[in-house]
Every structure is written in structure tokens, then in C-alpha cells.
């Protein structure tokens, strides 16, 4: 909201050395934060207004150019010519007797042009006679800048003419503040910050001649909608009437484009006053106007030449003919003033905030009016500011008064039980009553002291203040912020983390200390992006939770896996010029059930917020929402760790997956379980299924080349992804300690050949389950295939210990227990000794 | 060796002399002395203490001495053995502390040449900052709290006294699950997670709920579509706006340093109310910087104050949402933007840099903000 402070002025005494950078400060302190400051016009020196004397038309050049003497006061002509000076001017447009607006040397204009006394055409020209883009304040025509005859006295400062050097504060007004999208309201604030008086604009009714003619007449459907309705009717309008340089500065100012003296009316009341006004062609109406739900069907044709499909939950404003305007949104093409309007009649109304607000969205049609009346306006203005517009269009635009009609149905007033020591308990300092009575009093509130509780009757204007607490607010507002006092609550003893927030920060310096490097990407996938990791048609992870507003049509989905954002992540990473990339990830995925469909529900529960919701309704709530653990994504390609002297990277394979899967179930005290898996995109004869006692949480190994190929990444990229919150909730919080056997060990070493498709896990945990309890640790050490064993077979090597709790093992004692290892080997998969 | 001769004067046995002897330690230790290894002395040793070496030759002949004469030559073999092995034992340290200074010298490496052996790891400083004011509140007794990202419109609107035609819940800020009536939307704020708290915990409530939040603007400089917040939120008996003021503070100097305090300005929330905007004392500068051309402050932008984030007093509407009675309870909230704390704590000029996942980025944190 754009406020010009010499409009603000108006209103309210603000002291005349105040800066409008100290304006807005005082602004800021009661909660207005102004964005900018900006003045109009880069002029700076003597700009007076001068009477053109005479005209020399010069001749002799290529162009015609006129020599003028001008008036321009005592104190600016020179000394030859006390009051006079002589111009060189290019311009046409002006005649002897008119009133213009005088550079006088010393004057410097927009472009740090400064006015000198120079010869030229034969002449001495002192001074500059201005068009309005020389000033810098429009670039409507080329021509001199002509002001009303008799508007002003040669020598008058022009900068308040033109509104030139007038500050304009830019001020964001929070969304409850309706009352402030006006000169009124912020001058209402202005002299609250400072304790100055303050000329309210909106409560008298301008004084208008009697009224005289037809009156058209006024109706409201629905009192819940429109409350009230005030109808002015004026005659003899003069459609050619220019908008006076002040109104249309001023609009200039606020950013409201002049159209025509009606129309820059109704937005300078609206600006005045914050009662947002509309003027119709009287002349195209037929019978009464009337504010009405629209019926299934129809249609209007608004100012901004888009019809529009009309329902019963519009309101509109209409005559007996058609509908006329979006009530309170934006008006009609059809019943807009024009060249030829001759006879106006101007609508001001009270609407209900709601009905308003759920138009300019259905509409997707945000205007000046809609932002003011669903913000809720003063209901006491419509009279007030439709009078003012009358006012002005009988002064400036030659109309008569014809008359007002109207209808109405007052609300009750806003009554609040308010206890005073309330905004000291809410703040935690205290305000005495007196000054309690006096914030509140200033606010425009009738206060009745007599009984504790107060009971105050809140402004008609602040339709904001509707509960204590509203009242409680403005107290500590008004009073001051920085006024309240620092204290630190005291919080009951607390426990910290829970186990599963400090694991999963565990998760993630166990990844990053292995050399990974963390990413955090958007959650947002598409179909595509399934398609390329080749993730079957049927597969659950296409089944999506929908956005109906994507941002991009190729994203539209929420993921149900992070490998799309990590593969992306590592393709930026790759054109950027690095090879090994080491990336995870640890964020929630989107999973729905099969019962739950990716667009949701179309009915969904709204409990009542006037209570809390019942175990149903929370239950019902969650019901909607798809599951969302924490997922664990890794990807890798190139060498997990760099070049160095003496060691040759090699790139990550397919085992560095699944070893970053069992290191971290080691670091959180859970044995993943690894059985060969099938599931894209993993290579399928190098994919791990992982799991924990059985229940499946993810995957690890090689990408498939054919997914590596589509998503343009290098061969042989190996990944993880694993349910985190799955991993997590298994973790050993409180480990049991191990007994620890002290006699000697004895090693064995046992290499079984089996058929090449026998996993080594199974076979390991045959014979660790067949040696028993003396087997205190088996490990794979070597995989041989090749000429030493049969063809599609594989020898597998494992190191045996063994050790007893109680004694040192006998050379028999071992070799039973190793025998037995590799009977139940040989048993379970053909394997023999090698 | 020849029996022993009662009748033998040992001085008639000249190997066994003290003169004979005296010289014999003096070559001893001359050859020694001259040793320039530990292999030469290996050689000296041999000559002068093995079986063929002149003093074990005189040994042998103190058997056949007389026994009044045996003890003497006893003691003056002793003596001149003693004096040797005490040399051989001095020289052999001596040499090998030599041996030991040239080994270690000859094994000598270029210790720079050992960087980058390991590939560094990183986490996300959005991961850390949440861990790190997390730590910051849990130090004063608060829970963290988590809520879901894909939440119900209820839990992210409606309890929150955000109306039904509130302009945040247009599709041109929410985004929105199947369609705008499906009840379902990514939680435009972490205060769902506030409501959760307040339907779901034990009274008093003291939670701290970082996490990702969802708004639908392009991604630029300075916007994206999905970011961070942390809120806070406490409800207890007599909780007043000194409180949360005295919060903000402590928040304020845990993350930015001693002395650093917040400034409350008036503003509109429907959550809360009074509502505020809370500005944070420049860290860098503490005001210093404000008109004062001469030393200006790229963080602040020589205005002496940071736009934080917001807070204010729950309203009473959200307690009664919630089941909570206003009349007993009160408390408050407040929300900060964290991509906007790390950007100007760390000096992160483009909001980009936070989510492309370039690896440099990440590493540069470290483990930790
Ligand atoms: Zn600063």
C-alpha cells in the first residue's frame, strides 16, 4: 500500500521536520512495515508557477520557436525585469494568460539537468517553461504542462502543486488490517504512534445540494451478503471534465492510472477512505439495482473484457435487465462510464468478507475493491464516502445531485467483556488501568470502566476486534513491543532425544565418516523418471500420492523411492567435472496403500475447530495420509576413495553397496540378513535383498546397465535403498555383553566347492549352525571358479575359529565339530572338500 | 692343559703377568676403541674375548698355578676381563645408537604426500542446523518433535484458525494432493506438527519441530518449493510474550553468539496473537554498521537488525481446536526459515547451492554447522 505522506497529512498533525523515513519508523513500532520510501520527482530548486505575459513567434529558424515573457513573482524574476523573465520555448500548446510551471536557472531536473541562463535563438532564455515528462512525473503528452486559470498565483511554489518532493511510503499491511488500506486508517495509526490528533474523514457527511431528479432505486437480496446498499444518483455530468493535476498526483502516487474524472473519483475516495466505490452509467440501467445471488448460467462481461461463467454462489450487483458488476470484485463492461456518460450513479456497499473472498478466488480476480471488502471495511462508510464522491463530482465534473436511495439492516453491535489486567497477564508486564483505557479509547473503542469486567464497544471500523484477546493485542501493540521484559520459562526436566532421533543422527555421521556425502533432494518424480530406472508397470512404487498443482507436468508425483533425486543429483555432480561420487540421502518417502488412491478422497472429514476433534475424527484424519518412513538412499560411481600414492582406486562395486548396508547395521547393533534379490533397477544377478529377521527393508547392488544407460550415468554404479525407520526400530539400544572365553583358539580353514549358483551365505550359515557352540567365527575369505574346480562350479574358502569356555580344545574335539560343518554342507549342497 | 704344579712360581709364568695382561686389556681396548661398526666390533670382540684370544689363552694357565698363586691371577684375570667386556659393552651402545639415528634417517618420508586417502564425507548443513537448535532446546528440557510432510489439511489449516477461504490455502501457495477438495496437502509450515503436539502429548508441552516444508514458488536465488523451518512451541499455566522474549534471546545467543538479543515487531498471524515478527541483532555487527558509511555490513545491509522469522502468543481458537482450556493454558510459537539462517550465518548467496547436492557444497560443512 502506497501512502503519500502529504495525503497522510491531512488527517493527522505528523510534525512538519518529521522525515518520512521517520514516519515510517513510527509506523514500524506499531507494526506496519514499510518497504520503501520513495519521493516523486528527482527536481530539486526554485520551481514556481508562472503566467505566460506574451509571445514572440520567432521565424527566422528551422523550427518554429516562441519567445515568451513570463511572470513568475518578486522573489523570482531579475534584476532587469523585477517579477519577469524571458523564455525560449519549443512547445505550442499554450497561450498568452496561461498558468505554467517555471524552471528558473539553478533548478535542477530529472537526469541532474540543471536550468542555466544561456543565448539561444537570439535571446537570453532564463528559466524553463516544463511539460510534465521534463518533470518526471508522466509521459502523457509532449506539450507544456498547462494548469487550471485560477488554479494558482504566479511566483507559488509549484512542488506542492504537482505533488512533486512528496514522500510515498510502500507499507505491508498483514492481512487483518483491512481498515488500514486507506489514508484514513494509516493517519488513525500515524497518530497513535505519536500521540498527535487526528481529523477522522469518515465520519461527517459531506454537505450536498438538495437533491433534485430521479432517483433509481436500491435492493439487497440477502442481508447476510450485503448488509447495506447506498445508491447516489448525479445529472449533468461533463464526461469531458479533466481529473484536477492534485487527484491525479496523488493516484500517480498510489499507482492507480488516471482513466476519468468518474472513475479517478471512485478510486480517490476508495484510497481517502478505504470504502471501495463503483459508478455506473445510469443511463444503461433498467429499473433498480440490486445486490442478488446470480442465477446457474448467466453471465458478465467485467472491466477487464473477460465474460465470465456465473453460479449461485456469486453475489452480484444487477438491474432488472442483466447483472451489472461482480459485486465488490471488479464491475461490468456494459454499464461502464464512457466519453458519452452523462448521468452517474454510484454504488457504495457493506458486503459480507466471506462471499467476497471466496469470489475473488473462485474468479482467480484480485481488484482494489476485492483486497478491501474481504478484509472487512468500516460499515458505517458507504454513505460517508459516497457523499464525498458526490461532493467532488459536482465540484469537478459539473454534475448535479439528483438523489440517494438506499437499503439496510444494521447489525448488532460488537460488545467485549474485557478484563484490564488481561494484556499484563498475557505479556508478562504490567499496564495500569488507566492506560489500558486510554490505548483503547484512541483506537475509536467506547469504554464503559463502571464494572469489572469492562465492556467495550469495539469501532465500526475495526471489524478485526472481535474477542479479548483482539483487545489485548492493540493494548501491547500500541504500548510497545520493546516494552515487554525477557523472562526464560522453566520447562519440566526433560530426556533428551528419543533412541530413535539419536540413531538416525548416528545413521548419518556413521554414512559421512565412511567418505558420503549427503544430499537433500526434492521429493517431486515423475512417470518418466519410473520408466527410466525400469521399474515394472505393476510395481507399488508407481502407485503415487498425486499433486493436483505441480509445478512441473513432469513431476507430479510425491516419490516412493529415492533413487530418481539421487541419480539426478549425481548426474549434476558428474557434469560438473567429478568422477567418484559418494552420495545419500535420508528423507521421508510417500507410500500409499493399495487401498488408498493417489488422489486422495473426495469427502474428507472437517471436524469442528470449536472443540477438540473426537478419536474418530483424528483417526479418520490420519487415515487420509500415506505412510512415510524415513527412507535411506546411497549411490556411488567411480572410486569410493580418491587416488593416492601407493593405492590404486578401484571403482565401487557392487559388495560396496551391501557393505555400507551391514556397516551401518554393525554401527546401530542389527545383523542385516543378505539373500541374492531380483528388483529394479538393480543389475538382477547383482542385487542384495536385506533384510532384518526376515522382513525385507531394501536392496543393494549394482545398477542394471540397461537403467545406467537411459539415466546417461557411467557403468557399473552401484546402489542402496533401504527402509531407515524399519533399520532403526530394529537397532540394540542396550546391548547385552558377550561372554569372553580366554582359552586358546584353534583355527581351521575349509574350502567347499559347490555349484556356482549356491549363495555363499547359505552355505556359511549351514556349516556355523552344523560346527555348534565351540564355533566361535566363520568368515568367507576367498571365491575361486577356474580350471581348478569343475566347470559351473565355485570353491568357497572359509577361516573357522574355535574355542571353548572351559578348556583347551583337543585336536579331536575341532576336527568333529569342523567335520560336521562340512557333512551339513555336503548334505544341503553337494559340496565337497577341495 | 697340564696338571697342577705345587711347586710352580707364577711369576715364571709370564702370560699371566700384570705387565703381560695390562697389555693385552690395552689392545683389547685399542681395538675397540677403533671399531667403526657393530660388525668390525662383532671381529675385535672375537679377537679379544673369543677361545683363541690371548687373555683366554692366559686363562687357561692360571689352572696349573700353585694354589696360594691361583687367587691373585684369579683376581687379575677378573680385573682385566671386567675392564674389556665394560669397553665391548660401552662401544657396542655407542655404535648402535649410530646405526639406530642412520636407520631412522634413511627411512625418512615425505609426509605431505599422505593427503586424500580417504574420500572426505559430508552431511547436509540443513541436517546439522536442525540437530544443532534441536540440541539448543533439548538442552532446556524440550521434546523434538516430527509430524509428516504429506499432511491433512485439517491438521495444517483448519486447527490452526486459517479459514476455509484464508488466501494461503489457494493453489497459488498450497500445494495440494488430487485436487484442492481432497483434504490433503504438503504442509505449507512445520505447524501441523504444533497441532499434533497439542492433540497427542501429556500438558505441559515443550517441543522444538524442525523439518521440510513445502510452498509452491519457483525455484530462484532466493525461493524453492520445499524448505526448512523450525518452530517452537510451548503450552503451560501463566506462559506469557516475557517468556517468549526470553526464549527468542536465549535462542539468539545460542546460535549467534553472547549478547545477541531479538526485537519483536507487530504483525498478523491466525495462529497467534498478539503476533510478532522477530528480528535478530546483527551478529556481525551489533548495529555498529547503521549510519555509519564508512563501515558498512554486508550481513544486515547496515540496518543493525535481521528478519528471523515470526511468533507470538497461541491463540486461544488453536488451544480449543486442540482441547486444550484456554482459561488454564496459555502459551506460545515461534517459526524460523532455515535455509534464510544458513544463508546468513554462512554467507550462502544462492538458495541452489542448498538443494542441487553438488558434493562440494555438502563437504564444506563438514559434519557439522
Ligand atoms: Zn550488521
Redesign the interface.
Known amino acids: 500500500m502506497k501512502i503519500p505522506v502529504s495525503w497522510l497529512r491531512e488527517f493527522v498533525e505528523i510534525p512538519e521536520n518529521l522525515s518520512g523515513r521517520e514516519v515510517s519508523e513510527l509506523l ?4 506496519f ?1 514499510v518497504e520503501g520510501v520513495d519521493t516523486v520527482g528527482d527536481v530539486r530548486g526554485p520551481l514556481v508557477v508562472g503566467l505566460v505575459k506574451t509571445i514572440e513567434e520567432l521565424t527566422d529558424f528551422k523550427k518554429p520557436i516562441r519567445w515568451c515573457t513570463v511572470e513568475v513573482g518578486a522573489a523570482h524574476g531579475n534584476e532587469a525585469t523585477p517579477g519577469i523573465r524571458g523564455i525560449v520555448c519549443g512547445a505550442r500548446n499554450f497561450s498568452e494568460g496561461d498558468l505554467v510551471v517555471v524552471a528558473v536557472p539553478g533548478t535542477t531536473l530529472p537526469g541532474d539537468f540543471t536550468i542555466a541562463t544561456r543565448e539561444t535563438y537570439g535571446h537570453i532564455s532564463d528559466g524553463m517553461i516544463c511539460s510534465v515528462r521534463e518533470l518526471g512525473i508522466g509521459d502523457e503528452h509532449d506539450g507544456i504542462l498547462i494548469l487550471p486559470a485560477g488554479s494558482a498565483t504566479p511566483g507559488d511554489n509549484a512542488f506542492p502543486i504537482l505533488g512533486l518532493g512528496d514522500e510515498v511510503l510502500d507499507i505491508s499491511v ?4 483491512g481498515y488500514a488500506l486507506s489514508m484514513r486508517g494509516m493517519a488513525r495509526e500515524a497518530a497513535i504512534s505519536q500521540g498527535v490528533s487526528f481529523t477522522d474523514p469518515g465520519v461527517a457527511l459531506a454537505e450536498l445540494p438538495e437533491a433534485g431528479g430521479t432517483v433509481i432505486p436500491a435492493a439487497s437480496d440477502d442481508y447476510q451478503a450485503c448488509d447495506l446498499l447506498v445508491l447516489r444518483t448525479l445529472g449533468n455530468y461533463n464526461p469531458a471534465a479533466p481529473t484536477p493535476d492534485f487527484i491525479k498526483a496523488r493516484l500517480a502516487a498510489v499507482g492507480v492510472r488516471s482513466i476519468s474524472l468518474a472513475v479517478d473519483l471512485t478510486n480517490y475516495v476508495m484510497f481517502e477512505l478505504g470504502q471501495p466505490l463503483h459508478a455506473f452509467d445510469a443511463d444503461k440501467i433498467t429499473g433498480t439495482i440490486r445486490a442478488r445471488w446470480a442465477k446457474a448460467g448467466e453471465t458478465v462481461e467485467t472491466l477487464d473484457g473477460i465474460k465470465r461463467d456465473l453460479t449461485t454462489e456469486d453475489l452480484v450487483i444487477a438491474d432488472d435487465a442483466r447483472v451489472l458488476s461482480l459485486a465488490g470484485v471488479m464491475g461490468g463492461a456494459y454499464s461502464e462510464i464512457s466519453e458519452t456518460t452523462t448521468r452517474v450513479v454510484l454504488e457504495a456497499a457493506h458486503f459480507n468478507p ?1 462471499v467476497i ?2 469470489m475473488s ?1 473462485r474468479h482467480k480476480l484480485s481488484s482494489e475493491a476485492s483486497r478491501r471488502l ?1 478484509r472487512g471495511v468500516d460499515r458505517m462508510l458507504p454513505p460517508v464516502a459516497s457523499a464525498r464522491f458526490a461532493q467532488l463530482l459536482i465540484e469537478h465534473g459539473g454534475a448535479s445531485f439528483e438523489g440517494t436511495s438506499g437499503v439496510e439492516q444494521a447489525p448488532d453491535p460488537i460488545v467485549i467483556s474485557f478484563d484490564p489486567n488481561l494484556p499484563g ?5 504490567t499496564y495500569d488501568a488507566a492506560s489500558v483505557e486510554k490505548i483503547l479509547v484512541s483506537l475509536g473503542c467506547s469504554v464503559d470502566t463502571s464494572k469489572t469486567p469492562w465492556s467495550v464497544r469495539t469501532p465500526t471500523w475495526r471489524p478485526d476486534l472481535a ?1 479479548a ?2 483487545l ?2 492493540e493494548v ?2 500500541i504500548d510497545g ?2 516494552k ?15 533412541e530413535l ?1 539419536k540413531l538416525q ?1 548416528r545413521a ?2 556413521h ?13 517431486f518424480v515423475g512417470v518418466a523418471e519410473f520408466d527410466a530406472l525400469g521399474i515394472p508397470a505393476k510395481d507399488s512404487r508407481r502407485h503415487a ?7 512441473s507436468d513432469e513431476q507430479p508425483l ?1 516419490r516412493t523411492t529415492l533413487l530418481p533425486g539421487l541419480t ?2 549425481l548426474a ?2 558428474i557434469s ?1 567435472g ?1 568422477t ?4 545419500f540421502e ?3 518417502v ?1 507410500l500409499l496403500s493399495a487401498k488408498q ?6 469427502n ?4 469442528s ?5 473426537s478419536a474418530a475424527d ?1 483417526a479418520a ?2 487415515a ?3 505412510e ?1 518412513p524415513l527412507h535411506l538412499g546411497v549411490l556411488l560411481a567411480g572410486a ?3 587416488a ?2 601407493g ?1 590404486k582406486p578401484t571403482p565401487a562395486a557392487w559388495s560396496d553397496a551391501i557393505d555400507i548396508a551391514l556397516a551401518l547395521g554393525i554401527e546401530l547393533g542389527v545383523e542385516i540378513e543378505v539373500a541374492a534379490g531380483d528388483n529394479a533397477p538393480w543389475h538382477p544377478g547383482r542385487c542384495a535383498a536385506l533384510s532384518i529377521n526376515g522382513e525385507l527393508i531394501g536392496y543393494a547392488g549394482e545398477l542394471a546397465p540397461r537403467a545406467l544407460e537411459n539415466l546417461g550415468l557411467p557403468k557399473r554404479a552401484v546402489a542402496l535403498e533401504l527402509n531407515l525407520s524399519a533399520l532403526l526400530a530394529a537397532a540394540n539400544v542396550v546391548a547385552s555383553a558377550p561372554a569372553i572365553w580366554t582359552f586358546p583358539v584353534a583355527k581351521e580353514d575349509i574350502a567347499l566347492v559347490v555349484k556356482a549358483d549356491v549363495a555363499a551365505t547359505d552355505v556359511l550359515n549351514v556349516v556355523r549352525e552344523a560346527a555348534g557352540q565351540l564355533l566361535e567365527d566363520i568368515r568367507l575369505f576367498d571365491v575361486y571358479e577356474g580350471s581348478q574346480v569343475a566347470e559351473g562350479h565355485k570353491s568357497l574358502a572359509f577361516a573357522l575359529r574355535f574355542r571353548a569356555q572351559d578348556r583347551t580344545l583337543a585336536a579331536e574335539e575341532v576336527a568333529a565339530a569342523r567335520q560336521a560343518g562340512v557333512d551339513a554342507a555336503a548334505k544341503s549342497f553337494g559340496a565337497s572338500l577341495r | 692343559m697340564s696338571a697342577p704344579n705345587k711347586s710352580f712360581d707364577p711369576v715364571e709364568v709370564t702370560t699371566l703377568s700384570a705387565e703381560v695382561l695390562a697389555g693385552f686389556v690395552s689392545e683389547a681396548i685399542s681395538a675397540i676403541t677403533a671399531a667403526n661398526s657393530l660388525d668390525e666390533l662383532k671381529e675385535v670382540r672375537l679377537a679379544h674375548t673369543g677361545d683363541r684370544s690371548p687373555l683366554s689363552l692366559a686363562n687357561r694357565e692360571i689352572g696349573a698355578l700353585p694354589p696360594a698363586a691361583k687367587a691373585e691371577a684369579g683376581k687379575r684375570m677378573g680385573e682385566s676381563r671386567g675392564a674389556v667386556n665394560s669397553a665391548l659393552a660401552t662401544r657396542t651402545q655407542e655404535l648402535e645408537t649410530l646405526r639406530d639415528a642412520a636407520l631412522l634417517i634413511e627411512e625418512s618420508v615425505d609426509v605431505t ?12 548443513p ?2 546439522t542446523i536442525q ?1 544443532q537448535i ?1 540440541d539448543v532446546f ?1 538442552a ?5 518433535a516430527e509430524g ?8 495444517n489449516f ?2 490452526l ?1 486459517i ?1 476455509p ?3 494461503a490455502r ?2 497459488q501457495d498450497t ?10 496437502v ?1 504442509r505449507t509450515h512445520t505447524s501441523p506438527v504444533q497441532v499434533r503436539s497439542m ?1 497427542n502429548r501429556e500438558l ?1 508441552i ?1 517441543v522444538i519441530c524442525p523439518g ?1 516444508v513445502f510452498r ?1 514458488d ?1 525455484l530462484d536465488s532466493t525461493h524453492s ?2 524448505f526448512h523451518q523450525v518452530e517452537g512451541l ?1 503450552i ?1 499455566k501463566g ?5 517468549l ?3 527468542l ?2 535462542f539468539a545467543q545460542s546460535m549467534f553468539g553472547e549478547g545477541i ?1 531479538t ?6 498471524f491466525p495462529f497467534t ?5 522477530v528480528d535478530l541483532q546483527c551478529f556481525v555487527c551489533r548495529g555498529t554498521s547503521v549510519d555509519n558509511p564508512d563501515a558498512p555490513c554486508r550481513t544486515c545491509r547496515s540496518e543493525g537488525w535481521i528478519e528471523w522469522g515470526g511468533c507470538g ?1 497461541v ?3 488453536v488451544l ?4 486444550i482450556d484456554p482459561e488454564i493454558y ?1 502459551g506460545f510459537a515461534f517459526g524460523m526459515g532455515l535455509e534464510r539462517t544458513l544463508m546468513f550465518r554462512h554467507g550462502i548467496t544462492d538458495m541452489r547451492d ?6 562440494r557444497f ?2 564444506a560443512f563438514g ?1 557439522g554447522v
Open positions: 514500524l513500532s506499531v507494526g512495515e498483514t492481512p487483518d488490517r466471506a473472498a471466496k478466488r474481504e497477564q498475557v505479556a508478562g508486564h474477542a484477546i483482539d489485548v493485542e501491547i501493540r513491543y520493546e515487554v521484559p525477557a523472562t526464560l520459562p522453566t520447562a519440566p526436566a526433560g530426556r533428551g532425544l528419543t532421533q543422527r548419518g555421521l554414512l559421512a565418516g565412511r567418505g558420503l556425502v549427503e544430499v537433500r533432494n526434492y521429493p500420492v498425486q499433486l493436483a498443482n505441480a509445478l510425491m539426478g543429483a549434476r555432480n560438473r567429478f567418484d561420487v559418494a552420495l535420508i528423507s521421508s510417500s488412491s493417489a488422489t486422495g478422497v473426495t474428507p472429514p472437517r471436524p475447530v470449536l472443540q477438540r476433534p483424528i484424519l490420519e487420509l495420509l500415506p512415510q569410493l576413495n580418491p593416492a600414492l593405492a | 604426500t599422505a593427503t586424500g586417502v580417504r574420500a572426505q564425507g559430508g552431511r547436509h540443513l541436517t540437530e534441536a533439548v532446556l528440557g524440550y521434546q523434538l509428516p510432510e504429506v499432511e491433512s489439511e485439517w491438521l483448519d486447527a484458525n479459514a477461504d484464508h488466501p489457494t493453489m500445494f495440494f494432493i488430487g485436487s484442492e477438495d481432497s483434504g490433503i504438503l492433540l505441559p515443550y521440510r509452491t519457483e518449493p520445499v510451548v503451560d506462559i506469557t510474550m516475557a517468556d522474549k526470553g526464549t534471546d536465549h538479543v526485537r519483536l515487531r507487530p504483525s498478523y496473537e498478539p503476533s510478532a515478527e502468543m491463540n486461544p481458537k480449543v481446536a486442540t482441547g496459555s542448498m538443494v542441487e547436492g553438488d558434493v555438502t563437504r559434519l
